[in-house]
């Protein structure tokens, strides 16, 4: 089966991600995700990838990266070859490590390229490898640190970068950044409430609607609306949308994926 073509450009900001096969490990211990980091910190800067948000998971991998003149493709095959190698030989074992090849998607607007940065940096806490988001600097596997100063960024990373989409001032952009971080729960049932009333009206329907089973396509298609601005705009797992939803998480990913490259 021919493998779709993936849409790039320079200047293209993508979510990228790269899982283990069936959901297992890619890394086994520190070093190995010091690998990864020589292997991003060597190939990124010399394609004239910039990266603007990065997160290290146990069998997974995410990074907002915006690409220069050398194709993501190209970029993520070395970055991947030259990682999978190493792990294989010092681990014994062959094989793929990870899952297919990595999936992107490109940012729609500057909101997209915040929320990917919200979300990409809030892994860890979610995945529960911090307890609480003021915890959150002390991971050493994601970029959020940097961004707020409190660390050094490693080589691949660049933060004044990604501070630039929140303000041209890097103090103010620090500081726009910390509350976008701490959007708590309660604000964010109220953004997401807003949201569908926002979606419902633009596509002249109910917000009752919008989570019913209704399989109009004007209501599918407000679904998908929905879904692609709740991951967006309010770094909202696919989990979640499709619990509010009330629908199937593989359609939440599929309505995603309209937009996937």
Known sequence: MTRPLRLDAPG????VTMRGVDGRAVFLDDVDRESLVGRLSGILPESGATCFAWAFMTNHVHMVLKTGQRHLSKVMHRVNGGFVSHFNARHGRRGYLFQSRFTSRIAANDTDVLGLIRYVHLNPLRGGLVPSLDRLPTYPWTGHAALLGLGEPRPFHSPQ???RHFDEDPE?????LRDWMAIDERRLDQSVGELAASIALEFGISTEALRSRNKNRNVSRARAAFAK???AELALRSTDIARWLRVSRSAVTQALRTEAT
Do not use: E, S, T, W
């Open 229 to 231: 601005r709740a991951h």
């Open 172 to 176: 103010k952009a620090r500081a726009r």
């Open 161 to 163: 970068q990604a501070l």
């Open 12 to 15: 293209c900001i993508h979510h």
